[in-house]
């Protein structure tokens, strides 16, 4: 037996790598075509965008409460969220919700950890650029975050919002984040953390500048490891 695995989505993209590499990858610990049980839920993308427009983080942790209620109601042993911008409200959420959760930010910071990584960049949405998400999670495991200025922000977070959430990869845009990622090894970062779901479509260590920490798949592979161990 293994725990079921609930997911509580925001964006489509970042969300479906999330379940597609629980379920592809299922099978390294369980054998042929197996994975533990997934349930999945997601509100409309436009209700949290309101809210982190607003800086309402209440409304975001009660959007991602809902989606726990029902992911409990459906039989979730634990939740995950591959969203590194709305784990702003994981506070707020961890203390009200009726299962456990695993952190995203606490497992990408674990890996740059592990791999002996000291200086690290983050790229993301504007909203978790600017955010404390990962600043606290690295500083706890005693690494340096850099955040790429502010144009550099501005341009990454059009590219998340505007393309990547939609399924589209342009190779303007790939280049452009390439390039991001070269200025980040010149401010002294050894590695960079893909702090955007969707980020991991377009970066990896092949084609980026700096190794990756890709949150995306980091975190699918810890709620694997819980549902197995656990169950």
């Not at 993308?45 to 942790?61: N, W």
């Not at 930010?105 to 983050?122: H, K, L, P, S, T």
């Not at 190779?171 to 984040?177: L, N, Q, T």
């Not at 955007?196 to 980026?208: Q, S, V, W």
Request: aromatic content about 4%.
């Amino acid at each position: 037996m293994t725990q079921h695995i609930g997911i509580v989505g925001c964006s489509a993209e970042g969300a479906a790598l999330c379940y597609r590499t629980i379920c592809i990858e299922g099978e390294r610990l369980l054998g042929p075509h197996a994975h533990p049980e997934v349930s999945l839920h997601t509100p409309s993308l436009a209700d949290y965008v309101a809210r982190l427009e607003a800086g309402d983080m209440a409304g975001v942790g009660d959007l991602m409460l809902a989606s726990a209620g029902k992911l409990a109601a459906a039989g979730a042993d634990f939740l995950i969220c591959p969203d590194n911008t709305i784990h702003q409200a994981f506070d707020y959420v961890a203390a009200r919700s009726p299962l456990p959760w695993l952190h995203i930010a606490e497992i990408a910071a674990g890996e740059a950890a592990d791999r002996g990584f000291r200086r690290v960049g983050v790229l993301g949405t504007r909203w978790l650029v600017d955010s404390a998400v990962y600043d606290d999670k690295l500083r706890d495991r005693g690494l340096d975050m850099v955040r790429p200025d502010g144009d550099e922000r501005d341009e990454v977070d059009r590219i998340i919002m505007e393309e990547l959430t939609k399924g589209v990869f342009e190779p303007e845009s790939v280049a452009y984040c390439q390039g991001v990622i070269a200025r980040l090894e010149e401010r002294g970062c050894d590695a960079v953390v893909l702090g955007c779901t969707e980020l991991p479509l377009i970066l990896n260590d092949g084609n980026a500048p700096l190794p990756t920490i890709d949150s995306t798949r980091l975190l699918a592979r810890a709620a694997l490891r819980r549902a197995v161990d656990a169950g």
